[in-house]
């Protein structure tokens, strides 16, 4: 039996709420505020959503599979850091490494990606082969690499990075800013792996039902470390980008990124309960998150005030994300 008039409206308004809401800020505030329907300003919000849709869409391949991963932004912090000594000038007072030669920019970018696999590896292991719940695995793994963080760098700020690595973030190729376009080629290679790759069929069906998965022949424990693995390499890039951007970086870089990352996938349709989700889910959350700020910081909301903005918009996404899968029940 066809839905009625009624029922379309009230499951668009569900599943699209937060996104309509968001809109209808973005107009406001461009109609009130000077200089915000800007190419700079435009520019500016790609530039902050480059890194953050790099996060994302690593985050995204954890929620599909109905898991999470706390991790990220002290993975995010120890690939900036990984990146920041390994790129430091030569006659830099404070260089980590006195006597070494800064190394090639996009050797550091694999390197810093390759150490937080190995940690996401690791993390995928403990939720595939000893059942470790995805929360309390990757909460036991922020707590360790941000440890280890902190004994690498001596909780030391890092800074004097060679101008190679500082263009990665001020460069442009078409007009467009290298962060921008990183961001591109991720979004592209993780849609690829998601729709035309067996390992992203595995992962939609562990997140739709996993003891089905296994009983049809998935390898889920393999799909998962490789999902945990990916995601991991993919926090390292996006802290190689905000180290680029920032010129600078510490352990606390990327703190609290997470959680922002999650909301986002689940305002851009990616769901809790696993199983659903798209690369264009990821896109648009984050989209929505960015406008967000920036929107409030135009309406001179105050900056701590912005905290409970997004928290309320947290809340809300998550709740009617839930509400989205009992009314399908």
């Known amino acids: 039996m066809g839905k009625t008039n009624q029922q379309k409206v009230k499951d668009f308004l569900i599943n699209n709420g937060v996104i309509i809401v968001m809109f209808i800020l973005v107009i406001y505030t461009g109609l009130t505020s000077n200089n915000f329907f800007t190419s700079n300003n435009l520019m500016n919000i790609l530039m902050n959503m480059s890194s953050r849709l790099v996060i994302a869409l690593g985050i995204a391949g954890c929620v599909i599979t109905a898991g999470c991963d706390l991790s990220a932004g002290r993975m995010i912090g120890l690939g900036a850091c990984i990146s920041g000594v390994l790129l430091q000038r030569i006659d830099y007072s404070g260089k980590f490494f006195p006597d070494m030669e800064p190394l090639n920019v996009v050797v550091v970018a694999l390197i810093a990606m390759l150490i937080c ?64 376009w990183i961001a591109i080629i991720v979004a592209v290679v993780t849609w690829f792996i998601f729709n035309m790759t067996r390992h ?45 951007k920032a010129g600078g970086a510490s352990v606390q870089t990327g703190y609290g990124y997470e959680m922002e990352a999650i909301a986002a996938c689940t305002i851009g349709g990616v769901s809790v309960t696993g199983g659903r989700g798209k ?18 910081q135009y309406l001179g909301v105050d900056a701590n005030a912005q905290y409970v903005a997004i928290g309320i918009v947290i809340f809300i996404a998550i709740s009617l994300d839930i509400r989205k899968y009992i009314a399908k029940k």
């Open 117 to 180: 696999a190995a940690f996401g590896t690791v993390t995928g292991f403990f939720i595939a082969y000893l059942s470790v719940p995805p929360f309390i695995a990757t909460l036991a793994m922020m707590e360790i690499v941000y440890g280890l963080g902190l004994i690498f760098t001596g909780a030391t700020p890092l800074g004097g990075y060679v101008k190679e690595y500082t263009n990665v973030a001020n460069g442009k190729f078409l007009g467009i800013n290298y962060l921008i």
């Open 200 to 244: 992203g069929k595995y992962m939609y069906a562990i997140g739709g039902n996993p003891q089905a998965a296994e009983v049809a022949g998935v390898p889920v424990k393999k799909t998962l470390i490789l999902i945990y693995m990916k995601a991991a390499a993919m926090y390292g890039l996006a802290g190689y980008m905000l180290g680029a």
């Open 279 to 296: 690369v264009s889910s990821a896109i648009i959350g984050v989209a929505v998150f960015e406008l967000l700020k920036v929107a409030l």
